[in-house]
């Protein structure tokens, strides 16, 4: 089931350095997320978007800043990445209040 | 805002056993209740989901229990097979909004043979 694609899946980056996870869907949905993964930590919401104009921080959005380019794309950017960064990153539809992952995205910075 | 405390963080059981993973909120206008389930090196799908209106629900070897009062819910496995054998998370929000759904810290349960 690929109807919420990430790119890219795994990413080493250094310090410092601008990184851009994308995200695509095909379900249709209106409504897109970015989660970040830790572990012990849960899933922790990045930022959400309602629609093409509608941008909101979620609860650790600090250090990230998103694009919604269109209704089936959702990027979430770290302008300056650091090692604490460094997790498994979901993009994410819903429905309803059914939540739609992605497979994830790796981010290690060194 | 909501906080949801999940436990234990590791369980393991005996093949054939229960699991029960246990889940607090911390806010009473919270009425909606997902459960989740990651795969080893999957993405996590909504397993089962119970609204504040029931106080319980059962789909096949699993149910989920809700505590109103108490502010408790739990995740019940009967019968535990190897393909259980995962992390789940519990999570609390408005039914009205998925955007404020707050998981748990999840549950990596591992069935032994």
């Known amino acids: 089931d690929a109807d919420v694609t990430q790119t890219p899946r795994n990413r080493i980056t250094k310090t410092g350095k601008r990184i851009m996870l994308e995200c695509s869907q095909t379900k249709g949905h209106d409504r897109m997320y970015w989660y970040r993964q830790d572990p012990g930590l849960g899933l922790r919401l990045i930022y959400y978007s309602f629609d093409v104009k509608d941008i909101n921080k979620g609860e650790i959005s600090d250090g990230y800043s998103v694009s919604r380019q269109a209704q089936a794309k959702f990027s979430l950017s770290l302008e300056s990445a650091i090692p604490n960064q460094t997790a498994l990153y979901f993009c994410?539809?819903?429905?309803?209040?059914?939540?739609?992952f992605g497979e994830g995205s790796w981010l290690t910075v060194v | 805002g909501e906080n949801v405390e999940q436990h234990p963080s590791t369980l393991s059981v005996q093949e054939g056993d229960s699991a029960v993973i246990k889940c607090t909120y911390s806010?009473?206008?919270?009425?909606?209740f997902p459960w989740y389930k990651q795969e080893l090196g999957k993405r996590p799908q909504l397993i089962i989901d119970?609204?504040?209106?029931?106080g319980e629900k059962k789909d096949q070897r699993i149910a989920v229990t809700l505590n109103k009062t108490a502010k408790h819910f739990s995740l019940h496995i009967t019968e535990t097979q190897p393909e259980d054998s995962a992390v789940y998370f519990c999570a609390a929000s408005l039914y009205s909004s998925a955007s404020k759904i707050i998981f748990g810290s999840g549950t990596r349960l591992s069935i032994r043979p």
């Open positions: 119970i609204r504040s209106n029931v």
């Open positions: 806010d009473s206008a919270s009425n909606y």
């Open positions: 994410a539809t819903s429905f309803g209040n059914t939540i739609y």
